[in-house]
């Protein structure tokens, strides 16, 4: 297992949030935190990961930080035990579910995870980090820092931002790597192969392995999907439907409200405004043909964000609606990288135009030269510049989008060779003849 576990995250990326945190200082205070078990059903055993030993705190304290070690169970070792109820698991510790069994875990800050049947996570890194104040007098920050490795299987997480914390979250599998801050997930990992992330109330920053500058944000009901050596993500939404995981075991009831009286409600405090980017109907995949000009509508809040897409600006209104105009290049597929940003956030979402091939030349495919009919008709069809005309034998055929032409023509009705001459007129009246002998022979 051990092996196995080097050689999958041995290339991993570990995706940093756009706001990225200087390394740590000397006068850093490092407490290792726990998380409790609060609910346990079927066979799951933890362990202490096989590389723990290799990776102890000596060179964080050698730097000069101070390092607060918290209370692990004690029954936890390097072998293989049964996880139960109340116990508490940190920092390098493995997690292992069968058959029929789960698991749910909760940290100090709030955040829950629910790892279900037949699925082994680590508990890479759990952490808070309190930083040396940035100037005389102010406040030292305190960030909660979580880290979970997903193997196989699935799980579903909670990160709830609160005023004491700020929670620096992430996820990783063999695949993919996650950072949220407030919101829910929900990963799934076949062994050695796809992950599939689905998001919930709020935003999450993903990449694949090995494409640090490939960060797409899924908002809430967005979903993608990856495989491995996959470099560009499709943001899709969530099937209308889908019913979303809870964090209850099978069998665990909701535990009822509390209800509170009016008089003891504290007034609500104002909320900020979230960068938002919505692109409405836009599919993952526009079609279109070269020397097109795709147009990207959307809206972004605020209104005062900066929209771009592959690069070009937009200007919103004063109701966030915005639309920009992208010159299709030549045949094939691209993406379309559209960004907003809005002081220090930013929210990025990826789709993909696919520009079919436009044919030019004159050419005519069908009849060809010395071909037999049985019946008085004849096949016409070819290519020329899209918006042409094809004059054969009294019948007038259009040039398609996509320069291709095709129709029938009636020859005839007595027995024989006839000469079909096509000719084909551009837009700008330059004409093309070409001519075919075929025979009708009933």
């Known amino acids: 297992m051990s092996a196995l576990r080097s050689k999958i995250f041995g290339t991993t990326l570990l995706l940093a949030l756009f706001s990225a945190r200087p390394l740590l200082a000397a006068a850093d205070v490092v407490e290792e935190r726990v998380c409790t078990v609060t609910g346990v059903m079927g066979n799951v055993r933890v362990r202490y990961s096989p590389n723990y030993n290799k990776m102890r705190r000596e060179p964080a304290v050698a730097k000069g930080m101070a390092a607060a070690v918290a209370p692990v169970s004690g029954s936890i070792t390097g072998e293989w035990s049964k996880l139960r109820l109340g116990m508490t698991v940190g920092g390098k510790c493995e997690i292992m579910t069968g058959a029929e069994s789960e698991v749910r875990l909760e940290t100090a800050d709030g955040t829950i995870v629910k790892v279900e049947e037949n699925a082994l996570v680590e508990v890479a890194v759990l952490q808070a980090v309190t930083r040396k104040a940035k100037s005389k007098g102010a406040a030292p920050e305190t960030a909660a820092v979580a880290k979970f490795k997903l193997l196989y299987g699935s799980l579903v997480g909670s990160v709830k931002k609160i005023?004491?914390?700020?929670?620096?979250?992430?996820?990783?599998?063999?695949t993919a790597a996650a950072a949220i801050r407030g919101t829910v997930i929900e990963v799934e990992v076949a062994k050695n192969t796809n992950t599939l992330i689905r998001a919930f109330d709020g935003t999450i920053l993903v990449a694949p392995v090995n494409k640090?500058?490939?960060?797409?944000?899924?908002?809430?009901?967005?979903?993608?999907?990856?495989?491995p050596k996959q470099t560009v993500l499709?943001?899709?939404d969530v099937p209308k439907g889908y019913?979303?995981?809870?964090?209850?075991?099978?069998?665990?009831?909701?535990?009822?409200?509390?209800?509170?009286s009016k008089k003891s409600e504290k007034p609500r405090e104002p909320v900020a405004v979230k960068l938002r980017l919505d692109l409405g109907d836009i599919p993952d995949t526009l079609s279109c043909y070269a020397g097109d000009t795709v147009m990207i509508d959307g809206t972004v809040a605020p209104a005062s964000a900066r929209v771009s897409v592959n690069g070009v600006a937009a200007a919103p209104d004063k109701d966030g609606a915005f639309r920009v105009a992208v010159p299709a290049p030549d045949s094939g597929t691209f993406p379309l990288n559209i960004a907003a940003e809005s002081g220090t956030t930013?929210?990025?979402?990826?789709?993909?135009?696919?520009v079919a091939?436009?044919?030019?030349a004159a050419r005519l495919i069908t009849p060809v030269e010395g071909e037999?009919?049985?019946?008085?008709?004849?096949?016409i069809s070819g290519t020329a510049e899209p918006g042409s005309k094809v004059n054969v034998l009294g019948v007038t055929l259009n040039v398609q989008r996509d320069g291709t032409f095709s129709g029938e023509a009636g020859l005839p009705p007595r027995e024989g060779t006839v000469k079909v001459q096509v000719e084909i007129v551009n837009r700008d009246d330059t004409a093309v003849w070409i001519e075919r002998n075929i025979r009708y022979k009933k």
């Open 357 to 360: 091939h436009v044919h030019t």
């Open 372 to 379: 037999v009919v049985k019946r008085p008709v004849v096949l």
């Open 212 to 227: 640090k500058n490939k960060f797409v944000e899924l908002g809430d009901g967005k979903m993608v999907e990856l495989v």
């Open 243 to 260: 019913r979303r995981k809870g964090f209850l075991l099978k069998g665990e009831k909701a535990p009822a409200p509390v209800k509170e």
């Open 163 to 174: 005023t004491r914390e700020n929670p620096d979250v992430r996820f990783e599998t063999p």
């Open 346 to 354: 930013a929210e990025y979402v990826v789709r993909a135009m696919r």
């Open 234 to 236: 499709l943001v899709r």
